[in-house]
């Protein structure tokens, strides 16, 4: 299986602090690699490495040719100011191919055929003519990863896509996301903090820990010391909010 992504013996700092020592794994073509691990470990500042914004303070990060121009698409978190944005839901996915644009000072008519193609295929050709800043946080979300398939082909990188969606919309956003991975053969590496629904959908974790950090197969994690009490302690959690 083609690696598209290996990280060697990586460190990454933030203001001057070390939040990610030694870390190495690597992700093959066709991978679900779910990053999860406690706030302020470093994930998001890993996930700005990976997409190049952000040099590793050591190591290194080898990307395959295959991970060229047109290969990666990102959807990162959303910021209050982007959530009121005040633009045509057909503009806000064309906007995904800005990066393939080059020096061309408009969409092609290529870049507008990829557009409405990756509106068919997230099911939203209904909110087309629709303002993104009216929709609901799911909508939203649906039309920030049609951005995201726009930009990229092969790989994509999604920095905790279903914060503040209700339990339906989420399980709804984490179904689409599993099916582009094992139906379309998209490269997946998801930021979360949630592990129930990660070991649920992914054939990769990759848990950051402040002192030691796990890279292995799902199954692999779950029989980990770190997975077993990481596990336990959120099911942990959801039966006390349960019960309240």
Same mark, same amino acid.
């Given at each position: ?100 644009? /080059? %020096?061309? &000072?408009?969409?092609?008519? +290529?870049?507008?055929? $990829? ?7 997230? =099911? !939203? ?38 914060? /503040? %969606?209700? &339990?339906?919309?989420?399980? +709804?956003?984490?179904? $689409? ?7 379309? =053969? !998209? ?50 959690? $959801? ?6």
């Amino acid at each position: 299986m083609e690696e598209l992504l290996k990280c060697e013996n990586l460190s990454f700092s933030y203001e001057n602090t070390g939040v990610i020592k030694g870390l190495s794994f690597s992700v093959c073509r066709g991978d679900y690699l779910c990053i999860v691990g406690e706030n302020g470990s470093g994930k998001s500042t890993l996930v700005k490495g990976l997409l190049g914004l952000k040099s590793p303070a050591e190591g290194r990060i080898d990307r395959s040719k295959s991970l060229g121009k047109g290969s990666i698409g990102y959807l990162p978190q959303q910021t209050p100011a982007q959530k009121d944005f005040p633009a045509s839901v057909f503009e806000v996915v064309l906007s995904g191919r800005l990066s393939s644009r /080059g %020096l061309l &000072p408009f969409y092609s008519s +290529e870049d507008k055929s $990829i557009a409405r193609a990756n509106i068919e295929r997230l =099911g !939203i050709e209904d909110l087309v003519r629709r303002s993104y800043r009216d929709l609901s946080g799911g909508q939203q979300q649906r039309v920030l990863l049609a951005r995201a398939l726009c930009a990229g082909k092969t790989l994509l990188l999604l920095d905790e896509p279903v914060t /503040g %969606l209700d &339990p339906i919309v989420t399980e +709804e956003m984490y179904r $689409i996301i599993y099916e582009l991975n094992t139906k379309e =053969g !998209i490269t997946i590496i998801m930021v979360s903090h949630d592990i129930n629904s990660a070991v649920k959908y992914a054939s990769h974790m990759l848990h950051l820990n402040f002192e030691n950090s796990f890279f292995g197969t799902t199954q692999q994690y779950i029989e980990s010391p770190m997975g077993r009490y990481f596990f336990a302690e959120s099911n942990s959690l $959801i039966r006390t909010e349960k019960s309240e």
